[in-house]
């Protein structure tokens, strides 16, 4: 881990109007202890970057003693046609030069915003290394044969999953869900192949900006931040202040 955990002696006790036995938000902080980043050590483009990010936080997964869970789990933050934003962890299932992919029902809260709002933003929130990565950009759809192919590499109860749920939409109970997918899973058998939804698909995030955020003392943080004009323009490469 890269941060010790501790709190100002001057800043413990209850904070003013808390509850009794409420935790003393005012005093909880991590204090982080990672090396910096340099601009001198980033790549020409932020997907390389992020490959290398990425592959920490995999090897961190991957370890038994490891304390970073799912690296690949991501925050998509959409807003709506009147600007009210919303947010919710999806999985990252490919990425390249392109953009950042990740799959969705088509019918669901955040396909409806990014229908009426394509800009949005992802976040991977890699704590325990004292680190995350936002990007931001548009959403586009990808290919139907992109889509497909994807799909049919999901575990057959995920491709049910997509079948059964009409995600987003309200429901009377658990059992009705229960009882769609029960369905489904009759009329499609282990093994038998499962057709891709025709409104299920993925997103293609195009970034023009992709941050990397590095945890250091005393708040002063490191924030490199790629950015462009547009998808043919070269990437520039900017220190934030934190």
């Given at each position: 881990m890269t941060d010790s955990r501790a709190t100002d002696p001057d800043e413990s006790g209850p904070t003013a109007g808390s509850p009794a036995g409420a935790a003393d938000l005012a005093a909880m902080r991590a204090h982080y202890v990672a090396e910096g980043i340099?601009?001198?050590?980033?790549?020409?483009?932020?997907?390389?970057?992020?490959g290398h990010w990425f592959a920490r936080a995999a090897a961190e997964a991957a370890?038994?003693?490891?304390?970073?869970?799912?690296?690949?789990?991501?925050?998509?933050?959409?807003?709506?046609?009147?600007g009210r934003p919303s947010s919710r962890t999806v999985l990252l299932k490919g990425y390249d030069t392109r953009g950042f992919v990740f799959y969705t029902n088509y019918e669901s809260g955040k396909?409806?915003?990014?229908?009426?709002?394509?800009?949005?933003?992802l976040l991977f929130p890699w704590h325990p290394m004292a680190r995350q990565v936002i990007v931001t950009g548009t959403a586009e759809r990808t290919g139907r044969d992109e889509t497909v192919r994807y799909f049919r590499s999901r575990p057959h109860g995920s491709q049910l999953g997509a079948w059964a749920?009409?995600?987003?939409?309200?429901?009377?109970?658990?059992?009705?869900?229960?009882?769609a997918y029960a369905e489904l899973a009759a009329r499609h058998p282990e093994g038998e192949q499962v057709?891709?939804?025709?409104?299920?698909?993925?997103?293609?995030?195009?970034?023009?900006?992709?941050?990397?955020?590095?945890?250091?003392?005393d708040r002063l943080h490191d924030r490199l931040r790629y950015v462009r004009e547009d998808a043919s323009a070269p990437w520039t490469l900017q220190r934030l202040s934190p």
């Open positions: 340099a601009e001198a050590d980033f790549p020409a483009d932020p997907f390389e970057q992020f370890d038994p003693t490891g304390v970073i869970h799912e690296p690949n789990a991501m925050v998509v933050s959409t807003a709506d046609a009147q396909a409806r915003d990014i229908d009426a709002n394509p800009h949005v933003s749920s009409a995600q987003s939409s309200v429901i009377g109970s658990r059992a009705e869900l229960d009882a057709p891709a939804p025709p409104h299920w698909g993925g997103y293609r995030v195009v970034p023009d900006a992709v941050e990397f955020w590095q945890g250091r003392t």
